[in-house]
């Protein structure tokens, strides 16, 4: 039996769905096996064409951010004039991907036409110019520092030629933390060897399998639903009336730790490389432009250490990953704080809405993408102002939390951790909020493999790389 065809026996034994896919209807009208394959090959390879045309027009958009650009009327207008047909062609993009068996589906296309209109957002409206920055050394420590942006044309920018505009539009395409441009914060360097970075590598992925193991295991798929008790029972604890509120800390603790490190494994596979190719440019007489690209120094690490945090603006600002605080910025907080200073708000009411608009925006780059990955045939189909949007919340609500917490904080004592214990208290309240929205089965959590299923693979490679090894994952 095939697995689409088991899960649709487990959704017809249960009562707790209507939806005229489970209804037990002998019509064959979802069966994916008779899904025209060609078909679906011929759309996806008309919107590869088109995304390659449309990444092209984002190309010229970033360019003209270029130096050699500032100042001129027209290069601003075609940015403007680019913007909204970009942006409107990223929002359609991830529903226009072929359906897929959910099991089978993935937020990646939903999650980077997101990264790509909020890009598109920045480059139609931003005054320019991005400046290059490079890494300095401060007594042996490496440093992204701020820098004044220069009133005046550099040479390099103003004699730079096609191939060094190119160079830079590929690496501003590319920026997520900013740390080589003007516009990226103040930051250390990578200062870890290739062994230490290993050594990392291995101490997460250990830590990360029984998180994954207890996620998984939540699942409920008899009633389509999370039970965090279920790995608790199947160990032996005894059920005992707080039982479920501990559960449920542990879930929102595992499903946040299981991200955290997924993210941070990831990105050390891709910086252990350049621990060779860097002397090996450097060897082979590469143009100094080129040999820094892979420079380990300038590849920190994406989280900072997760018991340094000392309240919830700490938590999110360093502990957190960056990889899209510009935006954030840019499209939310920017905004709402001068539309706040529009209506003659005080400074404070000001940072509160810039605060607002960057959770906002960050709530909408987690919750866009799940309206593409839950459409229908879905156990848990997604649909605008019916469905509870329980990751756009989450997001949303971390900003009365930062808000709040100089006024809370100070009544906290210090020897009950203070700002620490009230960024933990606030997390563990809202975390379900995203946690279940994203674990419920039928979920993102759907490319791993079961526990039961595991095998030496799972514990070798990081599990979103195993979950690709066959045998497939399934959820029996």
Partial sequence: MKKTDEI?????????????W??????????WDTIPTEAAAGKMATLTCEMVFFMGLMAIQCA???PKFHGSLTTRLMRLSLGPVIIGWWLCYPFRVPLKPFQDRTVLPGSFAMMMILKSCEWTFAEGPYHLRSLKFVKGVPMWEKQPVPFKLAPEDSESNWRDLTLWTLLQLSANRGFRWSWGPASRGNEHTFLKLVVESV????MMLPCLAFV???QDWKTIDIDSRRPLLALGVPSFVGLRLIASGLHSLSTMFVIRTSLEMMNIISVLPTYYLYPLSQRMGLSPKISELLNPAGFPLLF????????LAHFWAKTWHQKFRRPFLFCGGKPAMSLARRFGASESVQKACGVMGVFAVSGLLHEFPMYAFQREPHPHPRKLFK??????????????GLILEPMIIPYIPKRLGGGKLWAAMFLFLTAPLFTRDICQPGGMFSLYRMPQHWTWVDFLLPPILAAQVPPKPSIN
Avoid: D, K, M
């Fill in 22 to 31: 489970i209804a037990g209807n002998e019509t064959a009208s979802w069966n």
């Fill in 8 to 20: 649709c026996t487990t959704f017809n034994s249960s009562n707790c769905l209507t939806s005229s």
């Fill in 304 to 311: 900072g250490p997760i018991s340094e945090f000392s309240s």
């Fill in 203 to 206: 101490r997460l992925h250990l």
């Fill in 216 to 218: 998984l295991y939540s």
């Fill in 64 to 66: 003209l951010l270029h």
């Fill in 387 to 400: 469905s509870l949007p329980g990751s756009f919340l989450f997001f949303f609500v971390q900003s009365f």
